[in-house]
T-cell receptor, first 116, second 115 residues
């Protein structure tokens, strides 16, 4: 079964550094998402992306964050000038369609980001 | 605004016991979707089930069963004859029909099955 692939599985970075988290969505999927889970807390929506633009974002997704689909396969989340509170597990997801009715989210295994 | 409440933060059961994980949700939409995900210690999110708001039939899949009651806005999850491999954090989640699959998760219930 096709999978969403995320790399790296664990990233350690120093406060103030930029970091890029990478995801390869399922190949025929058109909608892409990033979610975040701070350790021990719930999973939170960050952003959805369709047709090369952001379709929806949460209040967490401020100017520090950006997303990009640089080529036909990758989907990236960039965090500029990381802060300690950005330490979390970041999940990429993709779906074939917009609606949960016929097109459920497929999550990757996550990238654990540690900011020191 | 949508909200998912999982009142049980941690549950411990002895292997082979049945356990029910509670989930209560809030939404203003008449069409919405409910989910359960499992997060084992390795950290990935494993999809278990999706339910549409217009389908209140309960569902059974092996040792897992789900009870959806629109009247009480609840979507409870029961594991029958629990096993050690069921130890994980279980998340209930909700998405509304209109958005781009902006899924709202509950805080999760950590289930520990003791051998």
């Amino acid at each position: 079964e096709p999978e969403v692939t995320q790399t790296p599985s664990h990233q350690v970075t120093q406060m103030g550094q930029e970091v890029i988290l990478r995801c390869v969505p399922i190949s025929n999927h058109l909608y892409f998402y990033w979610y975040r889970q701070i350790l021990g807390q719930k999973v939170e929506f960050l952003v959805s992306f369709y047709n090369n633009e952001i379709s929806e974002k949460s209040e967490i997704f401020d100017d520090q964050f950006s997303v990009e689909r640089p080529d036909g396969s990758n989907f990236t989340l960039k965090i500029r000038s990381t802060k300690l509170e950005d330490s979390a597990m970041y999940f990429c997801a993709s779906s074939e369609g917009r609606s949960s009715y016929n097109s459920p989210l497929h999550f990757g295994n996550g990238t654990r980001l540690t900011v020191t | 605004a949508q909200k998912v409440t999982q009142a049980q933060t941690e549950i411990s059961v002895v292997e082979k016991e049945d356990v029910t994980l509670d989930c209560v949700y809030e939404t203003r939409d008449t069409t919405y979707y409910l989910f359960w995900y499992k997060q084992p210690p390795s950290g990935e999110l494993v999809f278990l089930i999706r339910r549409n708001s217009f389908d209140e039939q309960n569902e059974i899949s092996g040792r897992y069963s789900w009870n959806f009651q629109k009247s009480t806005s609840s979507f409870n999850f029961t594991i029958t004859a629990s096993q050690v491999v069921d130890s994980a954090v279980y998340f209930c989640a909700l998405s509304e029909a209109g958005g781009y699959q902006k899924v709202t998760f509950g805080i999760g219930t950590k289930l520990q099955v003791i051998p």
